[in-house]
Nanobody, 124 residues
Framework: QVQLVESGGGLVQAGGSLRLSCAAS????????MGWFRQAPGKEREFVAA????????YYADSVKGRFTISRDNAKNTVTLLMNSLKPEDTATYYCAAGRAGRIVTRQVDYGTWGQGTQVTVSS
């Protein structure tokens, strides 16, 4: 079983950058694909990015492609989401999640463990 804790959220101006981190506990962290999702006020939670269990494959939502980068360090049990060129529409609570297997998935139902979320606010 994996437990997840996100950090790194905050307030940033449009065009700025933030780095979100997800610290995982549990000895099986490296077995799972990891993902980031976000939920804006009044909207459904949506997929942002995912990375395979070894980090060899990544996948991004079209809305963040080219601006966000997901990475992982299995030795440190961490997953990072680097967010550049932030836009006001990126404002949301961001959640880290652990998949049920090693391959990349984008559906929320395919993620078994979720963090508590970290707030990102981008001002215009």
């Amino acid at each position: 079983q994996v437990q997840l804790v996100e950090s790194g959220g905050g307030l940033v101006q449009a065009g700025g950058s933030l780095r979100l981190s997800c610290a995982a506990s549990g000895r099986t962290f490296s077995s799972y694909a990891m993902g980031w999702f976000r939920q804006a006020p009044g909207k459904e939670r949506e997929f942002v990015a995912a990375i395979s269990w070894r980090g060899g494959s990544t996948y991004y939502a079209d809305s963040v492609k080219g601006r966000f980068t997901i990475s992982r360090d299995n030795a440190k049990n961490t997953v990072t989401l680097l967010m550049n060129s932030l836009k006001p529409e990126d404002t949301a609570t961001y959640y880290c999640a652990a998949g049920r297997a090693g391959r990349i998935v984008t559906r929320q139902v395919d993620y078994g463990t979720w963090g508590q979320g970290t707030q990102v606010t981008v001002s215009s």
